[in-house]
Nanobody, 114 residues
Framework: QVQLVESGGGLVQPGGSLRLSCAAS????????MGWYRQAPGKQRELVAS???????YYADSVKGRFTISRDNAKNTVTLQMNSLKPEDTAVYYC????????WGQGTQVTVSS
């Protein structure tokens, strides 16, 4: 059974940092492009960043230069380091594995507020 379990969300002040982690199990991890998506209230879910099994990354324009995605194929984990957070980054963040099949994690709340 495939599981994607996110952790690391929380409340942070504007300008602060958070580190999200996603632990995958039950899948051939390196075969999957791993992505972080987010969904704010009343908005559609959007892709924030992704990384292929070989390490090629993509970032949405809104997070370029502030967020960094990385993965550890030996530990089956993908991480999103978020710096210089803004109130508009507030959302539920989801981990997604895209490959032979597509899988989603349960989401973790990130709130940026003073």
């Amino acid at each position: 059974q495939v599981q994607l379990v996110e952790s690391g969300g929380g409340l942070v002040q504007p300008g602060g940092s958070l580190r999200l982690s996603c632990a995958a199990s039950g899948m051939v991890f390196i075969s999957y492009t791993m992505g972080w998506y987010r969904q704010a209230p009343g908005k559609q879910r959007e892709l924030v960043a992704s990384i292929t099994g070989g390490g090629i990354t993509y970032y949405a324009d809104s997070v370029k230069g502030r967020f960094t995605i990385s993965r550890d194929n030996a530990k089956n984990t993908v991480t999103l380091q978020m710096n210089s957070l803004k109130p508009e980054d507030t959302a539920v963040y989801y981990c997604r594995g895209s490959g032979p099949y597509n899988y989603w994690g349960q989401g973790t709340q990130v709130t940026v507020s003073s």
